[in-house]
């Protein structure tokens, strides 16, 4: 679950039930931008993220009677931008099954696994501080197929427990680490030639 | 006797001695069992059949080191780009959403 990091943000709910302008112009401006880096990280791209934040405000907003403030209020908006999120991703068709068989770990015919010497492993900070790697670890996310970085997203960036991500997706819990765990496999394998310090950016 | 069939017959050996061996665990079998160890849910006696096999296998070794560094880059990664600077909130976007509340 992701923490109540602000709860500057946790506006009273009586307050926000009395369906008032100013306090609903309030609430946008105090959220959009979180909701916004959101929905970007997990659509990959802004115009979409732009769409799926305004229907999560809608939705917010409709279902506004519905907060009783059990959680905080950017604990519940987080999860009705998740929900806008996926639901783009099911209509434009993105979450569906998709092979992934390459990137798999690879055995051989005793079940020994294949896996060529490691004599290097980059530091993670020498990764960090270099922005072209940056933009390289993000276009080996990119590179996954949806159904398994939504997973990978959800549960290792965004903070929702094995539970919570099963609930969001509609599957069932070995599935969620399933895909989890082969998502993290196939981003080892991309991220190789980084990891190997043999792309220095 | 080359290095090549030296490798072959070694991972053969390895191969059957996890296969057959009490409380070992094959390499396949430990692939299935990474996500439940780093998540600290195997039990006792899992935990130690996977530490074991990590201490004998080189291959395992390695390759768990580079799954748990990507992990962390990916993480890194992507929650630094969490919080956006102001102005790259669009202010069009906010009418918008403030119009479409009315209808």
């Not at chain 1, 949806?146 to 290792?156: A, C, E, F």
Request: aromatic share 6%; with cysteine; hydrophobic share 40%.
């Amino acid at each position: 679950m992701p923490d109540d990091r602000s709860r500057s943000q946790n506006i009273p709910s009586a307050r926000v039930r009395a369906k008032d302008d100013v306090v609903a112009e309030e609430m946008v401006r105090a959220n959009i931008g979180w909701m916004l880096a959101l929905a970007e990280r997990l659509l990959r791209d802004r115009g979409l993220a732009q769409d799926a934040v305004q229907e999560a405000f809608l939705a917010a907003f409709r279902g506004l009677d519905r907060f009783e403030g059990r959680s905080s209020l950017k604990t519940w908006l987080h999860r009705i931008t998740v929900n806008a999120a996926l639901s783009t991703l099911r209509r434009l068709k993105r979450l569906a099954e998709q092979p992934m068989d390459e990137l798999l770990p690879e055995f051989d015919r005793y079940e020994c696994r294949i896996e060529a010497p490691w004599s290097y492993l980059s530091p993670l900070e020498s990764i960090l501080e270099n922005e072209e790697l940056r933009g390289l670890v993000g276009a080996s996310i990119d590179a996954l197929p949806d159904t398994y970085r939504i997973v990978l997203q959800l549960r290792d960036i965004e903070g929702y427990d094995t539970e919570e991500v099963a609930t969001l997706l509609g599957i069932t819990e070995g599935n969620v680490k399933v895909r989890l765990h082969r998502a993290r496999g196939a981003l080892k394998k991309l991220l190789e030639p980084i990891l190997r310090g043999e792309v220095r950016g | 006797m080359t290095d090549k069939q030296n490798t072959g017959m070694w991972r053969r050996f390895k191969g059957l001695m996890l296969k057959n061996m009490h409380r070992m665990l094959t390499c396949r079998e430990f692939e299935e069992f990474v996500l439940d160890y780093l998540d600290g849910t195997l039990g006792q006696r899992q935990r130690s059949m996977f530490e074991l096999h990590m201490r004998i296998c080189r291959e395992c070794r390695d390759y768990l080191a580079a799954y748990r560094r990507a992990m962390a880059v990916s993480q890194r990664v992507l929650s630094a780009s969490d919080e956006p600077v102001p102005d790259d909130v669009p202010e069009d976007l906010i009418k918008a959403i403030l119009e479409s509340r009315k209808q």
